[in-house]
């Protein structure tokens, strides 16, 4: 979402997935690519981080190698798939509903920047 995009621009190590030109969005979730390589913790430090300034965050997408269905039956591995599995362990969504006021963007979002500046690297 715009609201998200903006207050986010100057973060090199928050960085909202990006859009294709011409493929219109549903904006059902806000996700968000941490730069882990750049952060000193990897991302569900970040989201517990997140829950402690009262921001609740969310995991929608996980790699297929790394779901107990797909290793059982299909035998993949961390290796079946890596960049797949890398990105899911980088991204995460951020709270985004109809009901959300700017007051909740600002909140969400100042969280986030503190966080983001106080474990970069």
Wanted: charged share 30%.
């Amino acid at each position: 979402m715009k609201d998200y995009d903006e207050r986010f621009a100057d973060l090199e190590v928050v960085r909202p997935l990006r859009r294709r030109v011409g493929v219109r969005h549903v904006h059902h979730l806000y996700i968000v690519d941490l730069d882990v390589v750049r952060l000193s913790i990897d991302r569900d430090k970040f989201m517990a981080a997140l829950r402690e300034e009262g921001i609740k965050t969310g995991i929608h997408f996980i790699a297929l190698n790394q779901q107990p269905y797909y290793q059982r039956e299909h035998g993949m591995t961390e290796q079946t798939a890596s960049q797949a599995s890398a990105v899911s362990d980088r991204i995460l969504s951020l709270p985004l509903y109809p009901a959300r006021t700017e007051a909740d963007v600002d909140d969400v979002a100042a969280a986030v920047r503190k966080l983001a500046i106080a474990y970069q690297c």
